[in-house]
Every structure is written in structure tokens, then in C-alpha cells.
């Protein structure tokens, strides 16, 4: 398979993150601009140097409250501590890909990890090898780099209500998840409902400021007893 053609299957694979990221960075840039009176030069360099969608929402009102920068690096740890769970899933494969190997790992938002996670299961991933991962990743970057400067140019030239617009990434959530649930049977369900009890139960007996790593923990926690009580662990668990 030529270069062309794997770029051909990784846009094609890249396209709902395309649909979300590109609205979502929209959304980040606008409020950027309003909320914290900074251009689109600044948007440019925030989504090319930081690349964390969640974060760079949240760093908004830090900013414009000029936070610490130990309250922002703090902060940042605790929001992106859970692509240290998700993470190991790629790690070997990572390994493998040499140059592009550093690049890899910093660029694994969440949903550049569902799409990986579906190439994984298509019959067609091993034909196009590590350059359709690299290639897949690096446009969801360029598709959310892109939204962000719009969105900032945007809020410096339309006057607009942006209330709720912040809602936007938590949309793109739920909508990943549906999608897991439509189409990765009763082993997605169960996953699913592993990580929402998990999530619940820390909220509840931890608050809103301190939920967020215990769930996670829990919920691998959890993955890892239901993988091992899966008669066939080469199967539809695995």
C-alpha cells in the first residue's frame, strides 16, 4: 500500500475528530479572546507547544485571574494525569515507530486514543502500519491548532453570547462514548458502566476537586478484574 493511500485511510479515520476538534478550538480561541483578552498568536502557540483541549480550556480563567504559575503546573498534572492510565496501551507500539516516538506520546488526547483504539480492531491497521498512526494524530493536531486561531480571530471581530460554549468539549465526550457503545458490543457496555459507577462513587465521597484520580484508578482497577475473569482472555475482553 503507496503513502497516498494510507493518507487517504488516515483522513478518513481522522474525520469525526475533524467535525469535533475543529468547532471545539473554535470555542477555546473565542473564549480565549473574550475571557482573557489575548490573540490569536497566543492560541497558535498554546494548541502548537501545549495540545491539551481539557487543560487549555481550564487555563483560560487561570489566566485571566493570573494564577500562580505552581497552581497552573499543578493543575495541569492533575487534568492530564489520566492519559498516564490510557497511555500504556500503546506503549509498545510506540516503542517501534523511532523518531516519531516522542511526538506520539506527547499528542494522545483522548480522542486521538479512541480512534487509535478502533484502528486496533480494523482488519486493515496492519497494511498501514505506524505512518497511519503517526499521520492520524498529527492532523487531529493540525485540526484543533486550526479552530483554536479561527475561534480567536472570531472573538476579536463578532460580537456574540458565549455563554455555555465552554460545554462544547464535554459534548464531544459524550458523543466518543455513544459511539463506543453503539459499536463495540457488551464488553464496551460493561467497560462503560465500569468507569461511570467508578466516577460516581468518587464524586461522591471525594467532591468535584478531588474525584478525578481515584476514578481513574478504580476504573482500571476494575478493567483489569473483568479482563481476568474472562474465561477466553484473547477474546472480545481483550
Known amino acids: 500500500m503507496d503513502k497516498t493511500q494510507i493518507f487517504r485511510y488516515s483522513f478518513r479515520k481522522s474525520i469525526p475528530v475533524l467535525l469535533g476538534y475543529v468547532f471545539l478550538g473554535i470555542a477555546f480561541g473565542i473564549l480565549l479572546n473574550r475571557e482573557a483578552g489575548l490573540g490569536w498568536p497566543w492560541a497558535l502557540l498554546m494548541s502548537v507547544l501545549i495540545y491539551a483541549g481539557s487543560m487549555q480550556f481550564a487555563l483560560i480563567p487561570l489566566i485571566a485571574s493570573a494564577a500562580p504559575l505552581t497552581t497552573?503546573?499543578?493543575?495541569?498534572?492533575?487534568?492530564?494525569?489520566?492519559?498516564?492510565?490510557?497511555?500504556?496501551?500503546?506503549?509498545?507500539?510506540?516503542?517501534?515507530?523511532?523518531?516519531?516516538?516522542?511526538?506520539?506520546?506527547?499528542?494522545?488526547?483522548?480522542?486521538?486514543?479512541?480512534?487509535?483504539?478502533?484502528?486496533?480492531?480494523?482488519?486493515?491497521?496492519?497494511?498501514?502500519?505506524?505512518?497511519?498512526?503517526?499521520?492520524?494524530?498529527?492532523?487531529?493536531?493540525?485540526?484543533?491548532?486550526?479552530?483554536?486561531?479561527?475561534?480567536?480571530?472570531?472573538?476579536?471581530?463578532?460580537?456574540?453570547?458565549?455563554?455555555?460554549?465552554?460545554?462544547?468539549?464535554?459534548?464531544?465526550?459524550?458523543?466518543?462514548?455513544?459511539?463506543?457503545?453503539?459499536?463495540?458490543?457488551?464488553?464496551?457496555?460493561r467497560c462503560a458502566l465500569a468507569g461511570g459507577a467508578s466516577g460516581a462513587v468518587s464524586l461522591f465521597a471525594l467532591g468535584a476537586e478531588s474525584f478525578l484520580l481515584p476514578a481513574l484508578a478504580a476504573t482500571v482497577f476494575a478493567l483489569v478484574v473483568m479482563d481476568f475473569a474472562t474465561p477466553d482472555r484473547g477474546g472480545e475482553a481483550a
Do not use: K
Open 72 to 189: 497552573i503546573a499543578l493543575m495541569t498534572l492533575l487534568v492530564n494525569a489520566r492519559h498516564i492510565f490510557y497511555g500504556l496501551t500503546f506503549v509498545e507500539r510506540y516503542r517501534t515507530m523511532g523518531a516519531r516516538y516522542p511526538y506520539m506520546v506527547w499528542s494522545l488526547t483522548d480522542e486521538t486514543y479512541s480512534v487509535l483504539c478502533s484502528c486496533l480492531d480494523d482488519e486493515a491497521a496492519d497494511a498501514h502500519g505506524r505512518l497511519a498512526f503517526f499521520e492520524i494524530s498529527l492532523l487531529h493536531h493540525i485540526y484543533w491548532t486550526a479552530g483554536s486561531v479561527l475561534g480567536c480571530v472570531l472573538g476579536g471581530a463578532i460580537s456574540m453570547d458565549t455563554t455555555g460554549i465552554d460545554f462544547s468539549m464535554t459534548a464531544l465526550f459524550i458523543v466518543i462514548l455513544v459511539d463506543q457503545l453503539r459499536s463495540g458490543g457488551r464488553t464496551a457496555r
